[in-house]
């Protein structure tokens, strides 16, 4: 890691619920991460495992009717954004941190053009005219490979293509230059080429900016590529962190390993024939209820009778990798 990188962002036992009439879903339930500035932190696990929640929780993005964040900090720049007023946080959101979120369709307001939602954040945050905001929301739709920005900022979301609406959503990300940008699956429910071309944006502006990316997907292929360090999640917790590198080559919790069995690889076949995949065994648990235990042990190769009645902690291995498991010495 180079000498000239600090801590960008820590949040130290961030705890999200939900509280639904079947009880109260532990989302996220004590994390800690460290994002470096200019670096690229990756966050990988099953769908339901958190890992979007922890983005919204970072952003104070969660419903109040039916979530709240319940402890923990956040800090950024040394400040708690979990201590900042309202007023305050709107200066964070959007500009210092920016978002891209899982499904730009949804994300974008059906009802106004994209120039004006992107030049709307030009205006709130850069205290800029009218016509200064739409001129630089064309310069910013041409920037991230938009053709004819001229005519595409007066274009509804509907009008766009899905790869179109990410590099929208991207431009709006960009226009305040933040510090740190949450990737949500930004390549989601994209063509192979175009998950390719919006990855190469991301990494092109985060070397031009000098920006963090916390890079959330499910993809390991994407996180080998980008990713300097790595965290897996799952069933609300981080259950091993290092530098991505060393998670691929000496992962070892057993979920990670399963993870990386599971992937597919080139030219390996079974005796007929025909490939197979790993599976983990056993599906991800509820996260309501008083969990007892690792939450992995039901599915665990590696379960004893401890596994099911005490919770691990998050314990380093090595210096810069963390593994939360029992039985480490077994894996």
């Known amino acids: 890691m180079s000498e000239n990188r600090s801590l960008l962002l820590s949040s130290r036992n961030l705890k999200t619920y939900f509280y639904t009439y079947d009880g109260t879903v532990r989302a996220v339930d004590g994390v800690d991460l460290d994002i470096d500035s200019g670096t690229t932190y990756g966050l990988v696990g099953e769908s339901g495992c958190g890992k979007s929640v922890t983005a919204l929780s970072i952003l104070r993005l969660i419903p109040s009717e039916i979530g709240r964040i319940v402890s923990g900090r956040i800090m950024f720049h040394g400040r708690d954004l979990l201590t900042l007023n309202a007023r305050a946080m709107r200066k964070v959101r959007g500009n210092r941190i920016a978002m891209i979120f899982q499904e730009p369709m949804t994300s974008l307001n059906p009802v106004f053009t994209v120039g004006r939602q992107i030049s709307e954040t030009l205006r709130l945050h850069q205290a800029m005219k009218k016509r200064a905001a ?3 929301t064309e310069d910013l739709l041409n920037r991230v490979g938009i053709p004819s920005p001229k005519q595409r ?10 790869g179109m609406r990410q590099r929208a959503m991207i431009a709006m990300a960009m226009a305040c230059h933040p510090e740190l940008l949450i990737a949500d699956e930004p390549t989601t429910a994209l063509d192979v080429t175009i998950q390719a071309q919006i990855l190469n944006l991301i990494q092109e502006l985060k070397e031009e900016l000098g920006m963090a990316v916390l890079l959330i997907t499910h993809n390991f292929g994407i996180i080998a590529e980008t990713a300097e360090r790595t965290a897996v999640m799952y069933a609300g917790q981080i259950v091993e962190e290092s530098d991505t590198r060393t998670l691929f080559h000496s992962p ?7 993870l990386l069995r599971s992937l597919p690889r080139m030219g390996e076949k079974t005796r007929d024939g025909r490939k197979k995949l790993h599976e983990i065994s056993g599906i991800v648990p509820k996260l309501t209820g008083n969990r007892k235990g690792c939450a992995f042990a039901p599915r665990c190769v590696l379960n004893d009778v401890h596994c099911f009645t005490t919770e691990p902690e998050l314990m380093e291995v090595e210096k810069g990798h963390r593994v939360r498991c029992l039985n480490i010495g077994n894996a």
Do not use: A
């Open 134 to 136: 739409w001129k630089e």
């Open 153 to 162: 900022v007066k274009d509804y979301p509907h009008q766009l293509s899905g």
């Open 252 to 258: 070892v919790h057993p979920y990670t390993k399963g």
